[in-house]
């Protein structure tokens, strides 16, 4: 996210996929350590499998601020 130019602060919904159930439960937790109150509104999807065995896999769309005054756009 940062390094297209944006924040977490400017996070609008990030989209976690997990293998198992209890790691939803951490998500909740992990969230909170990432992002400020309040929380953008979060999509969690139990799937199957992963690439490369991985865990949990992240997806975030984030809004890119304004280069002319440094904010969002509205």
């Not at 209890?22 to 909740?28: D, S, T």
């Not at 969230?31 to 865990?55: E, H």
Request: hydrophobic share 50%; net charge negative; glycine share 2%.
């Amino acid at each position: 996210i940062e390094e297209a130019g944006s924040t977490l602060d400017q996070v609008v919904t990030p989209t976690v996929f997990f293998l198992a159930l209890p790691a939803f439960a951490a998500m909740h937790e992990v969230s909170a350590a990432f992002f400020r109150p309040p929380p953008p509104a979060r999509s969690a999807v139990p799937v199957a499998a992963l690439p490369q065995g991985a865990a949990v896999e992240i997806e975030a769309v984030a809004v890119l601020p304004c280069e002319e005054h440094n904010q969002c756009c509205d």
